[in-house]
């Protein structure tokens, strides 16, 4: 495959972005007042201004900005109406404060629903360069001094929010390094059966720091391998070749698919009609399924050989019905981008042996647990080493079997 074809084939991965910051405020804990608001930006978005109303009503929040010392050390989220407050609130005990102990805390205000987990690292470091400071030359205690804790949220709302990152010097030996990095979504569990399709060219990114396991389980990703099969060409542990995978799925390196076979029935999902509008995907259709050096057919008979798949029509029927051989498509290609793209769907065949037809019934008692209805063919055939063909010759001559299509 050219690196044309890992583009081509590869569906869109949203990203993580880190969210932007509504607000970044600093409190500490004041002998006379208790827990006071002392920098805040924008300007009053916590503190309320003549003929304005704040964001969030502090009040309400205080004992968990500048909470008791249980709290104070931990990462700390608190939701108010329509935003999220999260900040570190840090105690220092030492006999020179009044009380014997200095509370303060640098606060990030978002919207409610916003996913927060990658300004958590930084909460925590921005937590700890404050108190090193503080035990370091009083920073924090010094009025002088405290008063460029205004600079640093100023800069750390327009830096983070912008650039994601940001540099901000404090003296002349301290500096404040920050960088938001992205949240991927979980990816779903591998199983042996899946075939990984890559998305980008593994081969350009593969450097010596790269586990050797992942080199040897890379090598053999070529678009009709599943993993079980992978892993034995790779002398690799099936455990940790699903591992990889993961892994490598984790990263947008690869998706997975069903194994190809023309037995399989596919169908058509209602995704479908957003490539009629769509000529970037018509382009990227026409090019990466019609065979090399032929010449395409247009995309309305692409679109058209879509639609005529059916969840009671094998991939063999379709292919001979609609004369596929005789117009420079190749199939595993055509069903491999309607797969990727989100407009395809395979139909997967369950068999069900009921349990009162268990005890009676001669498979092998393994094989006979797999039947429950949870199992489609392509698990069991990967895990049981039967083909199609032959596990279909098993179970079709037991009455009792039955088999569901989903």
Excluded at 32 to 49: A, D, H
Excluded at 124 to 147: G, H, P, Q
Excluded at 185 to 201: E, L, R
Aim: hydrophobic content about 40%.
């Amino acid at each position: 495959m050219s690196v044309s074809d890992y583009i081509r084939i590869g569906t869109d991965y949203r990203v993580g972005t880190p969210p932007r910051l509504v607000s970044v405020f600093f409190t500490m804990f004041d002998e006379e007042l208790g827990p006071s608001l002392l920098y805040e930006v924008p300007e009053g978005s916590i503190k309320p201004l003549p003929n304005s109303t704040p964001l969030i009503d502090f009040s309400s929040i205080s004992e968990y900005i500048i909470p008791k010392s249980d709290l104070c050390g931990h990462l700390v989220s608190v939701c108010t109406g329509p935003y999220k407050v999260m900040g570190v609130p840090v105690m220092i005990r030492n006999k020179k404060y009044k009380r014997r102990m200095l509370v303060f805390n640098l606060s990030f205000v978002f919207d409610r629903n916003a996913d927060t987990s990658s300004y958590e690292p930084v909460a925590r470091k921005i937590a700890r360069v404050l108190t090193s400071l503080e035990m370091e030359s009083d920073f924090l205690w010094k009025t002088e001094t405290r008063s460029s804790v205004y600079n640093i949220i100023e800069q750390l709302l327009e830096d983070l929010n912008n650039y994601c990152e940001c540099q901000i010097p404090i003296n002349e030996t301290n500096a404040l390094n920050l960088k938001l990095f992205p949240t991927y979504p979980n990816p779903q569990p591998v199983y042996d059966y899946q075939v990984p399709i890559c998305t980008v060219d593994l081969n350009t990114l593969i450097d010596m720091n790269w586990d050797i396991t992942v080199k040897k389980v890379v090598a053999h990703i070529n678009g009709v391998y599943h993993v079980k099969k992978i892993a034995e060409i790779a002398d690799v542990d099936y455990k940790l070749a699903r591992e990889c995978m993961e892994h490598l799925l984790y990263y947008g390196c690869i998706i997975m698919i069903d194994i190809f076979q023309f037995s399989n029935i596919y169908a058509v999902r209602p995704e479908i009609m957003r490539i009629i509008e769509d000529e970037t995907v018509q382009t990227e259709c026409i090019s990466y399924v019609t065979e090399p050096g032929a010449i395409p057919s247009p995309f309305s008979k692409m679109f058209s050989l879509y639609c005529s798949l059916k969840r009671d029509v094998t991939l063999k029927m379709w292919i001979e019905e609609n004369k596929v051989a005789s117009l420079n498509i190749d199939t595993r290609r055509f069903i491999t981008f309607g797969v990727t793209k989100g407009f395809l769907q395979r139909v997967h065949k369950y068999p069900v042996l009921p349990a009162s037809a268990a005890i009676s019934c001669k498979l092998d008692p393994h094989l006979k647990k797999l039947l429950n209805g949870r199992h489609h063919y392509d698990d069991i055939c990967t895990s049981e080493r039967y083909s199609t063909k032959d596990l279909d010759k098993l179970l079709c001559d037991i009455p009792e079997i039955k088999f569901i299509w989903k």
